[in-house]
């Protein structure tokens, strides 16, 4: 079985400022693993996927990502953070492999202070 | 390219009416479907998936199905909807030669009186 854990539920930060959105998971296999974004109203979009090549991802909207299999973490980072930076972030792991289930974090929500 | 579209985006219905909501895939073959609650706080719950026409797997008991009578077809429904059915679904699909990677649609959101 696997599971994610994003601690806490929301997050601030000042415009400019660096962005950090932890997540661990757990996984009794070698794990896929994924950050979504959600907009109000909206769909999830993908982010970006860790799929066992380099263990530093990078994104889409400059933000990137880290596998410390040591840690058993997956935190999402942004050099600086733009007010549409804001929104609900979702870490999700899946086996490696076709054909797994994603199971998702309950998300954090980035606010981003003028 | 591909694309998923879910419909309606906006739901209000009576306790104990019924339910349908739609998500069509276009653009690709054979995708594995799914979908997912939304509630406040609790991050996203697998309802159902589906790998092929009339294959339906569900995750949790509940008030709900789902049917797949097409390859790029599924439907969710209620017969009696309950106000604890009131959420965000989602629906997605994944590629079965992909890396896991869903695509989500837009969503729809079930406001039950």
């Known amino acids: 079985a696997q599971s994610v854990t994003q601690l806490g539920s929301h997050v601030s930060v000042s415009e400019g400022a660096l962005v950090l959105l932890r997540c661990n998971y757990s996984?009794?296999?070698?794990?896929?693993l994924f950050w979504y974004v959600q907009y109000p109203n909206q769909g999830l979009q993908l982010l970006l996927k860790y799929t066992s090549a380099a263990t530093l991802v990078k994104g889409i909207n400059g933000f990137e990502a880290e596998f410390k299999k040591s840690e058993t973490s997956f935190h999402l980072t942004k050099p600086s953070a733009h007010m549409s930076d804001a929104a609900e972030y979702f870490c999700a792991v899946s086996e490696s492999g076709a054909n797994s289930k994603l199971t998702f974090g309950k998300g954090i929500t980035l606010s981003v202070r003028p | 390219s591909q694309t998923i579209h879910q419909w309606p985006a906006t739901l209000v219905q009576p306790v104990g009416s019924p339910l349908s909501l739609e998500c069509t895939v276009e653009g690709t073959s054979n995708p594995n479907l799914y979908w997912y609650r939304q509630a406040a706080g609790r991050g996203l719950q697998l309802l159902f998936y589906?790998?092929?026409?009339?294959?339906i797997s569900s995750e949790v008991p509940q008030n709900l199905s789902a049917s797949r009578p097409q390859d790029r077809q599924f439907i969710l429904s209620s017969k009696k909807l309950l106000l604890s059915d009131s959420g965000f679904y989602l629906c997605?699909?994944?590629?079965?030669?992909?890396?896991?990677?869903?695509?989500f649609g837009a969503g729809s959101r079930l406001t039950v009186l």
């Open positions: 996984s009794s296999v070698p794990p896929y």
């Open positions: 589906s790998v092929g026409i009339g294959q």
């Open positions: 997605a699909w994944t590629s079965i030669s992909g890396a896991n990677v869903l695509t």
